[in-house]
Nanobody, 121 residues
Framework: QVQLVESGGGLVQAGGSLRLSCAAS????????MGWYCQAPGKQRELVAR???????NYANSVKGRFTISRDNAKNTVYLQMNSLKPEDTAVYYC???????????????WGQGTQVTVSS
């Protein structure tokens, strides 16, 4: 089994910062891509940022220049540094990872349980 556990969400004023963390654990052989998605009420889940195994990144246009994704491969952890937060960033943030486990063939997508980020105006 592979588990992803997020932390770091909360309530912050507009212009503030938060740092989300997501640690993967369990029967992990290797991790390919890791990313963060968000889902606001009444909207579909959408990509915020993604980091590939080679360290390359891509971001949603709405967060470019404000958010930074990074990963610590030794800890199987991905981070999202969120600066200059806006009320429209309010959503549940989910981490995802493409993981090859030690007991199943191939890479599979795993998701965390989500962490709430609320930005007040």
């Amino acid at each position: 089994q592979v588990q992803l556990v997020e932390s770091g969400g909360g309530l912050v004023q507009a212009g503030g910062s938060l740092r989300l963390s997501c640690a993967a654990s369990g029967t992990i052989f290797s991790i390919k891509n890791m990313g963060w998605y968000c889902q606001a009420p009444g909207k579909q889940r959408e990509l915020v940022a993604r980091i590939l195994s080679d360290g390359s990144t891509n971001y949603a246009n709405s967060v470019k220049g404000r958010f930074t994704i990074s990963r610590d491969n030794a800890k199987n952890t991905v981070y999202l540094q969120m600066n200059s937060l806006k009320p429209e960033d309010t959503a549940v943030y989910y981490c995802a990872a493409a993981v090859r486990s030690t007991i199943l063939p191939g890479f599979r997508d795993y998701w965390g349980q989500g962490t709430q980020v609320t930005v007040s105006s």
